[in-house]
């Protein structure tokens, strides 16, 4: 009887060994595609990313050589639109779910934004083409900053609520106690107080749809030269990526990877530096 | 009239002086500053009904002309201005739900081994690498799959199943690279982060209660593990779950790069596919009439709804996940 | 009995230097009571939803005295302390009923602006908060500078009064930019103070204003208290019946919501009227 119960015990833990080494097991092979991903980056990347990528034009097809320095530029233009969009937006959502509303309203207002962050990107971009694309007859990179702009709004709103939920309700209370009126409580005492967390927000959601191509297929298009003209077709990192990782040349393929590289850099660089602004200080004790 | 009436004066020159220096508090400040964040906030509802009006606005044409038939008529034929949805929402279909059979037990593994099996150093590491993961941008996962993923494909892992497996219709015939399968495989790579930190969180909300009354019980760790956590937890993984099938069902990219793009319906997961977010991303650009832009939109649009719907689901189970039936942990 | 006496003994001697000290300036708690009180409460009932708060008080806070609220948690000082200036609004669902008369005007009439009361009546609060994205100088000054005020000259003059009206200014004046949450607790509290005084109000409410604070950093604080009843009427509300007998001039015992006395603090600690009142002053419930 002992040494049954004895055995029973030993098979329980051997189980609960096995557990856990099969799912670390299942940790590793989730973790795998990220080393594989930046193996080949690197490898087949770094070799092709040399000063004139960061300074050419995409060189004619076939002829081998060029860069993409118009299809980064072309990004941060875009970039610099969608802010223009989703950071107003996104940041006053925020500071109505935070600060105002009721709590019904206020969970419906959540819902919808949450399932709106779930809309295939590509979506947007139909939507952006019917609305604008088809109206002014052109691709334009308004066009395709007003889809990565859709695609921030829910982001930055959450992210913004969030933070601002974060400030002690006490700094609310001492302001107001002073006679300063609720609206300016919430933008110079509230917000300010909450401005990094809200930056850092922002930041996320730009290296977001930094990397997305499928809003962009058809607003922005997509451009081998310099755009001089928001209202034209224009470069972008990600689009140029795809074009020219489908295309059939080892010039252009090469190319792809160091775009790749670049884009992923820029991307992990923004993560880095939001996880530094937010790490946690060591509190200082009055 | 806004105010104390400073008739009734504070007391002291010193006082009055403060007083009459400051402006006069105007509650127009406070009303419009509320209006214009309300007015933001309503920007999210104002977004769906924008996204469903220009997508039946674009497709209505083909709506009238094609009716339900768009979606049981398997021919994709733009020279004959022929439409039919079938292949695609197969492709989106089979692609999502490979990619589900793959994901979802490694995800929901790797986040039990997160929150309750690793040992605490290793925990934050995991975490950051699994977030890089999430930051990877489709296009880039795509370079990665058509140059190195469907190689390898091609010249190992599908040859191998073809050998052992090829018995059933689903690994059989010829071997290309680009094909279902390999769109269900990077889908899977896509989706493997959202599940995972998702149901972390869903694992993280546990209430302690649970693990403390089974540890007492003497339970070993991954039978509190499946005991006290995980059926507590029931609601909110299936909610983590239909969340990444969401993503799934949208993922444009990098299934684009490595699923062959053909409109087939096909047993063999070797064969290629296309999906409906695919065909929007290769098509729309090329289509030359109304009636194909058209039924591209309508492809959109029930793209959009099924995605609606898996999130709405989704979000109902993450948000409503609450106590256990009972109480007591059995 | 005995041990009663024991326990009122230091109480009274402590109440009877004040009214030295009051007597020494030429007043008496008499004459204070000529003046005009700085409220008039007339039968205040708040209610959070369908709980009862504070039921039916009626009570005159005396214009530039030291009023003690004293009683067991939850009784509703701070409610009835909030009320005086429309803080407990923040909370939603609160209703009240009755009227409270400041300088002989109900401050809840519809025409009265909250914000503007709350620049006449101030208030610090229990844990002390600095604003963190300013330095002292802007804390001090932050009441005045988001209420329009802009002349440079007399910021500067407040700056210092009201430093040096909360005991600060020697500490600090030479760290004037420095954050304000760099100071140690009791520094802090004292700020909070100068920040409430900057804007020149006429009342000061006081929320357990050291309870988070070292006993030096409290007795430093009391003193203040002293100090600024001569400028202004103070109402601090304290859950520490040695401190409301050391600080003040009047209390008012407060138990489930309602009044049940309010006289001159001798009389209340020695003499005591009502039976509930004698049972808590000796502790025999807390």
């Known amino acids: 009887m002992k040494a049954k119960r004895g055995d029973q015990h030993v098979w329980r833990k051997t189980k609960s060994a096995l557990a856990s080494g099969g799912a670390f097991v299942c940790a590793l092979l989730v973790i795998a595609p990220l080393a594989l991903v930046f193996f080949h980056l690197l490898r087949s990347g770094a070799s092709a990313v040399n000063w004139s990528f960061f300074t050419e034009l995409p060189k004619p097809v076939g002829a081998p050589g060029g860069g993409m320095v118009n299809a980064i530029a072309g990004s941060f233009e875009l970039l610099g639109l969608a802010a223009l969009v989703g950071v107003p937006v996104g940041v006053l959502g925020g500071v109505y779910l935070a600060e105002y509303g009721t709590v019904r309203g206020n969970w419906m207002l959540r819902f919808v934004a949450d399932v709106l962050n779930g809309v295939p990107s590509i979506i947007w971009g139909v939507v952006v083409y019917g609305l604008i694309v088809l109206r002014f007859k052109s691709f334009s990179a308004y066009a395709g900053g007003l889809a990565l702009g859709f695609i921030m709004i829910p982001l930055v709103m959450r992210t913004t609520e969030e933070v601002l939920l974060l400030v002690p309700s006490g700094y609310r209370e001492a302001s107001l106690a002073l006679g300063i009126s609720r609206w300016k409580t919430i933008v110079h005492i509230v917000m300010k107080t909450a401005m990094k967390g809200i930056v850092t927000g922002v930041l996320l959601a730009l290296a977001r749809v930094a990397g997305e191509t499928a809003p962009l297929l058809f607003t922005a298009f997509g451009n081998r030269f310099w755009n001089h003209d928001l209202n034209e077709p224009i470069a972008a990192l990600p689009l140029q990526i795809f074009s020219y990782a489908i295309s059939p040349y080892d010039d252009w393929h090469r190319q792809a990877w160091a775009g790749a590289l670049v884009l992923v850099v820029m991307i992990f660089f923004v993560n880095v530096l939001v996880r530094f602004l937010t790490r946690e200080r060591v509190v200082r004790v009055p | ?330 | 009995m005995e041990s009663a006496a024991i326990i009122q003994r230091p109480m009274i001697s402590s109440a009877s230097i004040r009214q030295q000290e009051l007597a020494s300036e030429g007043e008496s708690t008499d004459t204070a009571s000529e003046r005009r009180p700085a409220f008039e409460v007339e039968q205040l009932s708040i209610f959070y939803g369908q709980k009862k708060a504070i039921e039916d008080i009626t009570l005159a806070v005396p214009s530039k005295m030291i009023t003690a609220i004293i009683g067991p948690s939850g009784c509703g000082k701070s409610t009835l302390l909030r009320s005086l200036n429309r803080m407990h609004e923040l909370i939603p669902n609160t209703r009240i009923e009755g009227k409270v008369l400041f300088a002989g005007k109900n401050i809840y009439s519809p025409e009265v602006d909250p914000v503007v009361i709350r620049r006449r009546i101030g208030m610090v609060f229990q844990k002390s908060n600095p604003f963190p994205t300013m330095s002292i100088a802007d804390n001090v000054l932050v009441g005045l500078k988001l209420n329009g005020v802009r002349d440079r000259t007399f910021l500067r003059e407040r700056l210092e009064q009201s430093l040096r009206m909360s005991a600060l200014w020697d500490e600090v004046k030479d760290d004037l930019h420095k954050p304000g949450v760099s100071l140690s607790g009791g520094q802090q509290q004292r700020l909070c103070i100068a920040r409430a005084i900057a804007v020149e109000p006429e009342v000061l409410l006081m929320d357990e204003p050291a309870s988070a604070l070292d006993p030096i950093a409290t007795a430093k604080i009391e003193e203040l208290i002293h100090e600024l009843s001569a400028n202004y009427t103070v109402v601090i509300v304290t859950h520490n019946m040695q401190q409301a007998g050391r600080c003040s001039d009047y209390t008012a015992f407060l138990y489930l919501g309602r009044l049940i006395e309010f006289g001159s603090t001798t009389k209340i600690f020695s003499n005591p009227s009502e039976r509930r009142t004698e049972d808590y002053i000796t502790g025999r419930f807390g």
């Open chain 2, 1 to 330: 009239m806004s105010g104390m009436p400073l008739a009734i004066a504070p007391e002291t020159p010193v006082a009055r002086s403060t007083i009459d220096r400051m402006a006069p508090p105007s509650g127009v400040g406070d009303k419009i500053f509320k209006w214009l964040t309300l007015a933001m906030a309503l920007a999210v509802v104002a977004l769906v009904f924008l996204v469903g009006w220009q997508l039946a606005r674009g497709s209505s044409l083909a709506i009238q002309k094609f009716g339900f038939h768009f979606f049981t008529t398997s021919t994709w034929d733009p020279v004959a201005e022929q439409f039919g949805a079938l292949p695609f929402i197969y492709g989106t279909a089979v692609s999502s739900l490979v990619a589900l059979l793959i994901a979802v037990p490694l995800s929901i593994a790797t986040a039990v081994y997160l929150t309750e099996l690793a040992p605490i150093w290793i925990r934050q590491p995991l975490v950051s690498l699994i977030e890089m993961l999430a930051a990877i941008p489709s296009v880039i996962l795509g370079l990665w799959g058509i140059f190195v993923m469907i190689p390898w494909l091609r010249t190992h892992a599908f040859p191998f199943l073809k050998q052992t497996l090829g018995w059933t219709p689903l690994f059989s015939g010829p071997i290309y690279g680009v094909s279902m399968l390999a769109g269900g495989i990077i889908i899977a790579v896509m989706i493997l982060p959202i599940i995972t930190s998702v149901s972390r969180e869903i694992l993280r909300s546990v209430p302690d209660l649970q693990r403390e009354a089974a540890y007492a019980l003497g339970a070993t760790r991954w039978e509190v593990t499946r005991i006290a956590v995980l059926s507590y937890a029931k609601r909110g993984l299936f909610g983590a779950v239909v969340l990444g099938l969401g993503r799934a069902l949208g993922e444009t990219m990098a299934v684009t790069m490595v699923i062959g793009n053909t409109p087939q319906i096909r047993a063999s997961l070797f064969a290629p596919g296309y999906t409906l977010a695919s065909v929007i991303a290769n098509e729309f650009t090329e289509a030359t009439t109304d009636i194909y832009l058209q039924a591209l939109f309508e492809i959109g649009l029930a793209l959009f709804g099924i995605t609606i719907i898996a999130n709405l689901l989704a979000q109902l189970l993450l948000k409503t996940m609450g106590p256990a039936r009972s109480g007591a942990v059995q």
